[in-house]
């Protein structure tokens, strides 16, 4: 008996204009799908822009120099004249004088210049939410390119200009999104798209143009082995806590706030402690002050992901607050260390939370009230608590990891490539004029699939 083929090992160019991995979900994601993806036996190469993110053995890092615009502790700073070396430098900051964001574009333009000629090196181009019109420029020198667009930023524009107070506000707001233009104008035209629930497929799709049938969800996960219960720490009454990558309206912080304040008129033990740093501007520093709040929040920021675990052990309930999510890695991380969930139906979060009140409790977005009430509810409750706390966990178990992240973007990867050996081969059958000989494109779809046997 003929063994079966065994999967073919892909060599990944994979892209992230920045990886940062101690703010936001970009720098987590890269690190546990491609330590992942070569835990399956494929080669990854990381391709990255500044601040760098942090990646498991044998993945390689690529460091794509930029003039790292807005880095800490000097955002928007004036580059010295010597380090404009090229073009695409000149492009950049010429993008943030106009108060644009530059990245995207530029970090495309740099990537590509540095996979020019290298067709033979890799299988194909995976690029993170780059979405830049360098990313079009690869699929013209012959990359098959797959996206991943966790959500739509159209959704962020919207949401703080919304938020925003004043007509300047507003314009500027306007120049700094303009980057949302170009991302659509290229999602319409990459090969294949994954996105991470379906919440984020309907909305690429209304929002930015895209066939649906070009999107396939794969959710992401959570390393169950580092973010667990710690059964030996003790909680400490009160003690809420919730996870503000960016602080922006989008995350929620000011109802949850506002919430907050109703909370401990009748539980003054209530605190609330944010795994997050404020920026420049913030409106969080006039909340603390209209509701009283100095005392009773705590800011912390730049944590491993142990010492977030400790903290997740101490708290009595988690919060996610966010008026939109495409998926949310903050309500993965706290359920699968066993910590009661309260989250918004905001974008993807019931689907990720699951049911009201079986894994979490979910309350309508920007309301204080029903937020307050519910806080209020698993505080009171220590059944309660210890039941959403053991079905999260659960439910992160079974449905959200990395390796099954992985092994679903791998089969994304090999349709891919299949899809465009069939589209190949058609058009070396109509070019010969064998279109009318019986060869039916089912066949081809068959012999093409047969040679790119999914990973296990």
């Avoid at 210049?113 to 020198?141: E, K, W």
């Avoid at 667009?149 to 314009?171: F, K, N, Q, Y």
């Avoid at 706390?389 to 090999?414: L, M, N, S």
């Amino acid at each position: 008996m003929q063994e079966p083929a065994r999967p073919r090992r892909l060599r990944i160019a994979y892209l992230v204009y920045r990886g940062n991995p101690r703010c936001g979900g970009q720098g987590v994601y890269t690190r546990h799908l491609t330590g992942e993806l070569a835990a399956l036996g494929h080669s990854v190469t990381v391709f990255s822009g500044p601040p760098y993110p942090e990646l498991e053995e044998p993945v390689e890092l690529v460091k794509v120099a930029s003039l790292d615009l807005y880095r800490e502790p000097d955002p928007f700073r004036v580059p010295r004249l010597r380090e404009f070396t090229s073009s695409v430098d000149l492009l950049e900051f010429a993008l943030m004088c106009t108060a644009g964001f530059p990245e995207p574009l530029t970090f495309s333009l740099r990537a590509r210049r540095l996979l020019a000629g290298r067709l033979g090196d890799f299988d194909l181009v995976h690029d993170n939410q780059t979405l830049g019109s360098g990313i079009i420029g690869m699929m013209n020198d012959g990359w098959p390119v797959l996206a991943t667009i966790h959500h739509p930023i159209t959704v962020d524009r919207e949401l703080d200009l919304a938020h925003a107070d004043g007509w300047r506000r507003r314009l500027t707001l306007r120049r700094w999104y303009g980057f949302v233009r170009m991302q659509a104008r290229v999602a319409r035209q990459v090969q294949r798209i994954v996105t991470v629930s379906e919440s984020s497929r309907r909305d690429i799709a209304d929002q930015l143009g895209v066939a649906p049938e070009h999107i396939s969800v794969v959710p992401v996960g959570v390393d169950g082995s580092v973010f667990r219960p710690m059964p030996g720490v003790a909680r400490v009454p009160g003690r809420i806590m919730t996870t503000a990558s960016s602080d922006v309206p989008m995350k929620g912080l000011v109802p949850l706030l506002e919430a907050l304040a109703k909370v401990r008129t009748e539980r003054q033990d209530a605190h609330l402690l944010v795994i997050g740093r404020l920026r420049d501007g913030s409106a969080i520093p006039a909340a603390l002050d209209r509701f009283g709040l100095a005392r009773a929040v705590r800011f912390v920021s730049g944590l491993s992901d142990q010492a977030i675990v400790d903290l997740y052990a101490q708290a009595e309930i988690a919060v996610v607050p966010s008026l939109y999510e495409g998926f949310s890695l903050p309500a993965i991380e706290a359920m699968a260390c066993g910590v009661p969930l309260i989250a918004t139906t905001g974008g993807a979060l019931p689907e990720v939370a699951g049911p009201n009140g079986v894994s979490a409790l979910l309350v309508r977005p920007n309301d204080p009230g029903s937020l307050a009430r519910a806080i209020l509810t698993a505080l009171s409750e220590p059944a309660l608590r210890s039941c959403l706390g053991a079905a999260g966990r659960k439910r992160t178990a079974e449905r959200f990891t990395w390796p099954v992240t992985a092994r679903a973007t791998a089969e994304q990867y090999f349709g891919l490539l299949a899809s465009r050996r069939f589209a190949e081969r058609a058009g070396d059958l109509a070019s010969c004029g064998r279109a009318a000989t019986g060869v039916q494109p089912a066949a081809v779809a068959r012999e093409v699939a047969s040679s790119h046997s999914a990973p296990c």
